[in-house]
């Protein structure tokens, strides 16, 4: 299926036409999709003169993908090809800043480990041997500059020292530009025949029109791993938000930023009196809007205040076209100011680096800020998903009167379609997860591809015997989620007996349900728990490993990021708990408007959303149980409404068929020869 998609890949100046460059492959654990992808895309890419981009959903999974799959693909595969890792900017140290950090290393205000300092004399002469070591590493070519292959951690507030981004990097004008990490990873990626990314480089990729790492969509066949997480980080991706008083006062910073720059390499002084009279516009535009939300006393009860099918009333949207406007002033400003200090870089050497980069922390923020305007502005799409508009409270950085600004598509299927689906040669997405109650409609929704007519799709089943190998309990609970505080104590009270084996994974969708069961459990069960949030989540997986290798018993609990790409084959977790199904909770401004925009078009936001959402992320947490095909274990589900509800057997559809068992008071029987067979074992019922 991928390699006949493929065959029909397009060529640089042909339309997307009816969607046969794409296929769409859901395949269960155990099925080997990512070389099943990876083999006939790099024949295809090869032969059409393509690049070939894999992108994975996590840093962590793009590493698997280096460190495992290509170099192994690589020994087995008939036909010779390179690879290499696209990473952002930040990932590498920039030169210049590198060696003009190193000769502030003996001045004791750096620290440089995995865990901090006294800050004491004692320390000093540690932190400079670090550094000089780092240095020199670098200089021999035993370190290339990227900071994952650092030979020590480097806390973040020191990497900031020695990084930069973009806006902060002078490019070919750097004295230092021959020996810039950054550019030579680039160079190994326009040379590499795989290039191996995640999404969110590969969404920044698709939004910059030619200045990424990656190749242009025209000319690249794309493989998305994980694909399932795609539409969520595109709604991230292209939304935007600002703080009102945070950027008053970075406006300030900024001017004081573009004076010293004209003053120090002798620029035109006109850019010093533009810059301040856009910002002083921006500033009374921000200040009157500030004043205009904080008289509304309209936060007291909730955190945010959404504007109803995203309408602005008349004073944000003429105090938000003044920010507009001036912010683009000054944006052109920022730019006219980049562009006479890379004249100036020649013959001034890293202080053109060192201006580039203060100069580049307030382009971010200003572009941000107009980027913010843009989206609560821009004119509502017709017939298509709108854009959700709100004002929320802002807390952080000891501002209680502070607020943000906050802009989203409500999906991010549009942009996705005409980006990257409408460009790309050609593309594969695959999941263990891409249906939803048994069809592929919610992610074709979300994801834009539902658009097209014609893409390939492809189920391929897990070769796991999940009824002889796995069962999943629904027991005789008394309780159900709705009533929050009894059903937390039935859970806390139930887990002692349910903790049988060395391994156990417990699921939550509630920090603060997951806080409270932990604290009512018996004292001799809570030490042998791992608690989400309690340490780094490589951390608590390494330390249930160990546990579990020395035969002791080891309970996870944990939240979402617990329920996807965690795996834990074998002892390590052969029973996963699930406190209550994973629906969301309908109670943030952008869900809000997702399901506006469905009651508005006649639907059910519950049948379109809530359940189809739902049993994609029940079947990601079903997915933690087995992991290779030795793998035996069992799924308790603590929570009823699974088998009394009419929508129960629609979250069923498609799940992997266990064995399931359904607790009725004290006796235990089968009550379905497959999950699909849950929904006309439901009674009926609301």
């Known amino acids: 299926g991928v390699a006949n998609t493929l065959s029909r890949c397009r060529a640089e100046d042909e339309q997307a036409g009816n969607g046969d460059h794409l296929a769409i492959v859901e395949a269960g654990t155990g099925t080997g999709k990512s070389f099943g992808a990876l083999v006939p895309a790099l024949v295809m890419a090869k032969s059409r003169q393509k690049r070939l981009v894999v992108s994975s959903s996590t840093v962590a999974l793009q590493h698997q993908y280096a460190e495992k799959d290509a170099p192994s693909l690589q020994r087995l595969a008939p036909i010779p090809f390179t690879f290499a890792v696209a990473k952002g900017r930040r990932r590498y140290a920039c030169t210049a800043k590198l060696q003009a950090e190193g000769k502030l290393a003996g001045q004791g205000d750096l620290e440089l480990a995995g865990e901090r300092g006294s800050g004491g004399a004692d320390d000093a002469p540690r932190r400079v041997a670090v550094m000089r070591e780092l240095l020199v590493s670098f200089d021999s070519g035993r370190w290339?500059?990227?900071?994952?292959?650092?030979?020590?951690?480097?806390?973040?507030?020191?990497?900031?020292?020695?990084?930069?981004?973009?806006?902060?990097?002078?490019?070919?004008?750097?004295?230092?530009?021959?020996?810039?990490?950054?550019?030579?990873?680039?160079?190994?990626?326009?040379?590499?025949?795989?290039?191996?990314?995640?999404?969110?480089?590969?969404?920044?990729?698709?939004?910059?029109?030619?200045?990424?790492?990656?190749?242009?969509?025209?000319?690249?066949?794309?493989?998305?791993?994980?694909?399932?997480?795609?539409?969520?980080?595109?709604?991230?991706?292209?939304?935007?938000?600002?703080?009102?008083?945070?950027?008053?006062?970075?406006?300030?910073?900024?001017?004081?930023?573009?004076?010293?720059?004209?003053?120090?390499?002798?620029?035109?002084?006109?850019?010093?009196?533009?810059?301040?009279?856009?910002?002083?516009?921006?500033?009374?535009?921000?200040?009157?809007?500030?004043?205009?939300?904080?008289?509304?006393?309209?936060?007291?009860?909730?955190?945010?205040?959404?504007?109803?099918?995203?309408?602005?009333?008349?004073?944000?949207?003429?105090?938000?076209?003044?920010?507009?406007?001036?912010?683009?002033?000054?944006?052109?400003?920022?730019?006219?100011?980049?562009?006479?200090?890379?004249?100036?870089?020649?013959?001034?050497?890293?202080?053109?680096?060192?201006?580039?980069?203060?100069?580049?922390?307030?382009?971010?923020?200003?572009?941000?800020?107009?980027?913010?305007?843009?989206?609560?502005?821009?004119?509502?799409?017709?017939?298509?998903?709108?854009?959700?508009?709100?004002?929320?409270?802002?807390?952080?950085?000891?501002?209680?009167d502070d607020y943000l600004v906050c802009a989203s598509p409500i999906s991010g299927s549009d942009k996705l379609r005409k980006l990257l689906w409408n460009r790309a040669s050609g593309a594969v997405v695959m999941s263990a997860t891409l249906t939803s109650c048994g069809t592929f409609d919610l992610f074709l929704r979300q994801s834009g591809l539902g658009f097209f007519d014609s893409p390939a799709f492809l189920r391929v089943e897990s070769p796991f015997d999940f009824r002889k190998n796995a069962q999943l309990v629904v027991p005789a609970m008394r309780t159900e989620p709705t009533a929050a505080e009894q059903h937390t104590r039935?859970?806390?009270?139930?887990?002692?007996?349910?903790?049988?084996?060395?391994?156990?994974?417990?699921?939550?969708?509630?920090?603060?349900?997951?806080?409270?069961?932990?604290?009512?459990?018996?004292?001799?069960?809570?030490?042998?728990?791992?608690?989400?949030?309690?340490?780094?989540?490589?951390?608590?997986?390494?330390?249930?490993?160990?546990?579990?290798?020395?035969?002791?018993?080891?309970?996870?609990?944990?939240?979402?990021?617990?329920?996807?790409?965690?795996?834990l084959p074998g002892e390590y977790c052969t029973h996963v708990v699930i406190a209550k199904l994973p629906f969301s909770v309908p109670d943030s401004p952008l869900e809000e408007a997702r399901r506006e925009w469905v009651e508005s078009r006649g639907g059910s936001p519950f049948i379109e959303i809530t359940v189809p959402e739902a049993a994609v992320r029940l079947k990601q947490g079903l997915g933690r149980l087995l992991r290779t095909i030795h793998d035996r274990g069992r799924v308790t589900i603590l929570d009823r409404r699974i088998v009394t509800k009419r929508w129960g057997g629609l979250l069923m559809r498609g799940m992997p068929d266990f064995e399931i068992v359904i607790e009725r008071g004290r006796a235990t029987r089968p009550a379905a020869t497959r999950a699909a067979d849950l929904k006309e074992a439901n009674p009926a019922g609301p």
């Open 490 to 567: 039935e859970v806390s009270d139930r887990l002692p007996a349910l903790v049988e084996t060395l391994g156990t994974l417990v699921l939550f969708t509630s920090a603060r349900q997951m806080r409270e069961v932990y604290a009512q459990l018996p004292e001799e069960l809570r030490r042998v728990t791992l608690v989400q949030g309690s340490m780094p989540k490589g951390e608590m997986l390494a330390r249930h490993r160990a546990a579990v290798d020395r035969a002791d018993r080891s309970v996870l609990f944990g939240l979402s990021t617990f329920a996807e790409g965690v795996d």
């Open 144 to 400: 290339s500059g990227d900071r994952d292959e650092l030979p020590l951690p480097v806390i973040d507030e020191v990497w900031d020292r020695v990084t930069t981004d973009r806006q902060g990097c002078a490019g070919s004008k750097c004295p230092e530009f021959s020996r810039c990490p950054f550019q030579a990873a680039r160079q190994r990626i326009k040379e590499a025949d795989l290039v191996i990314a995640n999404h969110d480089l590969v969404l920044s990729a698709i939004d910059m029109d030619g200045a990424s790492v990656l190749p242009p969509p025209q000319e690249t066949i794309y493989v998305f791993d994980e694909a399932h997480s795609l539409a969520a980080k595109a709604v991230e991706h292209f939304s935007a938000r600002h703080a009102l008083r945070g950027a008053i006062d970075w406006l300030d910073g900024a001017c004081n930023a573009v004076r010293d720059a004209v003053l120090g390499l002798r620029l035109d002084e006109q850019l010093i009196r533009d810059s301040r009279a856009s910002a002083e516009r921006i500033e009374r535009a921000l200040r009157d809007l500030h004043h205009r939300i904080h008289g509304t006393n309209g936060f007291e009860e909730k955190r945010a205040r959404r504007f109803k099918s995203g309408a602005l009333p008349d004073w944000c949207e003429t105090a938000g076209g003044q920010v507009l406007a001036a912010g683009e002033e000054l944006q052109k400003t920022f730019a006219s100011l980049r562009e006479h200090v890379l004249e100036k870089a020649p013959t001034v050497g890293t202080l053109a680096t060192q201006v580039l980069s203060v100069l580049g922390f307030y382009v971010v923020r200003l572009d941000n800020l107009v980027d913010t305007w843009h989206l609560m502005l821009a004119e509502q799409p017709e017939d298509a998903p709108p854009i959700a508009r709100w004002i929320e409270r802002h807390d952080e950085g000891g501002r209680p």
